[in-house]
T-cell receptor, first 113, second 112 residues
Framework: GDSVTQMEGPVTLSEEAFLTINCTYT??????LFWYVQYPGEGLQLLLK?????DKGSNKGFEATYRKETTSFHLEKGSVQVSDSAVYFC????????????FGAGTTVTVRA | EAGVAQSPRYKIIEKRQSVAFWCNPI?????LYWYQQILGQGPKLLIQ????????DSQLPKDRFSAERLKGVDSTLKIQPAKLEDSAVYLC??????????FGQGTRLTVV
């Protein structure tokens, strides 16, 4: 079945450091890909998405490119802030799976001042 | 636009008791999801509704969990009887299309 594998954490960084969180997927057909973020004490929020190959999703300085050839959707940010401390989840959904939204295990990111 | 509403926010029960959670999705969203998120893990889909029909409930422990979505709007998720391993955050989400889901704040359940 469709699944997502993301890099294990936790990840601890200093402010202004570069962040990458790896995500790879297995799916039938061409799924839509998402990154969700969960800030401490809050619910899941959509951070960015991409719906077809080579699309780049971006939001709040974060970017991720849908790479069909490597079945990947890695999340990047060039200069993190303390406020980026959160748990990040990679997810996918596909029409062949009735748009069931499947999540990775999550990566906890802590940014230190 | 109002978001997904869930209640209660927190619930503590003893094992073998029953509990119910309520979700009101975003108006007009046909798809509604219930997820279970155990501490340190990603959300696991329990059940997915399209309007008031069930699309996927393959991961729902049907001997103790039940869910319904009356009139294709609000939904309730029930656990009866609860076990210690049911301690988790229960997330409700709704979607208009393409799987982009909007989540509620969740209900944190503690079974003691």
């Amino acid at each position: 079945g469709d699944s997502v594998t993301q890099m294990e954490g936790p990840v601890t960084l200093s402010e202004e450091a570069f962040l990458t969180i790896n995500c790879t997927y297995t799916a039938t057909g061409y799924p839509s890909l998402f990154w969700y973020v969960q800030y401490p004490g809050e619910g899941l929020q959509l951070l960015l998405k991409a719906t077809k190959a080579d699309d780049k999703g971006s939001n709040k300085g974060f970017e991720a490119t849908y790479r069909k050839e490597t079945t990947s959707f890695h999340l990047e940010k060039g200069s993190v802030q303390v406020s980026d401390s959160a748990v990040y989840f990679c997810a996918l959904s596909a029409v062949f799976n009735d748009y069931k939204l499947s999540f990775g295990a999550g990566t906890t990111v802590t940014v230190r001042a | 636009e109002a978001g997904v509403a869930q209640s209660p926010r927190y619930k503590i029960i003893e094992k073998r008791q029953s509990v119910a959670f309520w979700c009101n999705p975003i108006s007009g969203h046909a798809t509604l999801y219930w997820y279970q998120q155990i501490l340190g893990q990603g959300p696991k889909l329990l059940i997915q509704f399209q309007n008031n029909g069930v699309v996927d409930d393959s991961q729902l422990p049907k001997d103790r969990f039940s869910a319904e979505r009356l009139k294709g709007v609000d939904s309730t998720l029930k656990i009866q009887p609860a076990k210690l391993e049911d301690s988790a955050v229960y997330l409700c989400a709704s979607s208009l299309d393409q799987g982009e889901a909007f989540f509620g704040q969740g209900t944190r359940l503690t079974v003691v």
